[in-house]
């Protein structure tokens, strides 16, 4: 979903001045598409730029975003302060492989369509009505051909050269319920990173940040400011 379902999170944060910015080939951005990750991490930075000037921002950054902030830490990383990434998933060159042979053609199924579209239709009940029409939205507006499109440039993300030179303070988080391949991804990625930090929420999924904004705005308040995360992040 676009930059709208992040309403709950940037509610419980007034202290901070939150940009929320439809990444390509979504919501207000969607005409920008196709989505590529180097491409969007660079529109990412020019936001930062033109809004903060001469200063350095704050990056949080979910899923497919948690993605781009792995490699806008790579390319920028003067331009950011500290950073919160979750649910970020690195692949292998071999497992960059396996996934173009497997999962894009499964996206472009209407099955798997189906699927993700369940998934979405589940989390409805946590959206503001006002907001509905937003997610009819998201949810009719890409096509399968679009849909793989994006799934395929998910899966082809590796770890970005240079991650290592990068003392940026970063915390990466996962839910506890996520699959292994995330808890690995975000180990290896703190590890990595002198100031990098690997942290799970206990007993959460992958799309924790949206079904509980209180605790990942609380979450990323800890980080951020530098005080103690929330008891059930260890």
């Known amino acids: 979903m676009s930059g709208w379902c992040w309403q709950p999170v940037v509610e419980r944060m007034p202290q901070y001045r939150c940009l929320v910015p439809d990444l390509p080939q979504f919501g207000n951005s969607f005409q920008q598409g196709p989505f590529e990750m180097g491409r969007a991490a660079d529109a990412v930075a020019g936001l930062i730029r033109s809004r903060v000037g001469a200063g350095r921002a704050y990056l949080v950054g979910y899923s497919l975003g948690a993605q781009l902030a792995v490699q806008l830490l790579t390319s920028d990383a003067k331009l950011i302060d500290r950073a919160v990434v979750c649910g970020a998933v690195v692949n292998t060159k071999l497992g960059v492989g396996l996934m173009q042979h497997l999962a894009v053609p499964l996206a472009r199924t209407n099955w798997f369509r189906a699927v993700v579209r369940r998934g979405w239709n589940a989390r409805r009940g946590g959206i503001p009505v006002t907001r509905l029409d937003d997610y009819r939205n998201d949810v009719n507006l890409i096509t399968r ?72 705005s609380r979450t990323v308040d800890g980080w951020l400011s530098g005080t103690s995360l929330p008891p059930e992040i260890s």
């Open 145 to 216: 051909a679009q849909f793989a499109h994006i799934v395929a440039a998910s899966a082809r993300f590796t770890r970005p050269d240079g991650l290592d030179d990068v003392d940026t303070p970063t915390l990466f988080l996962t839910g506890g319920k996520e699959t292994r391949l995330a808890h690995r991804s975000a180990a290896a990625l703190a590890q990595s990173m002198p100031n990098g930090v690997d942290r799970m929420a206990r007993g959460m999924g992958h799309d924790w940040p949206l079904r509980y904004p209180d605790l990942f």
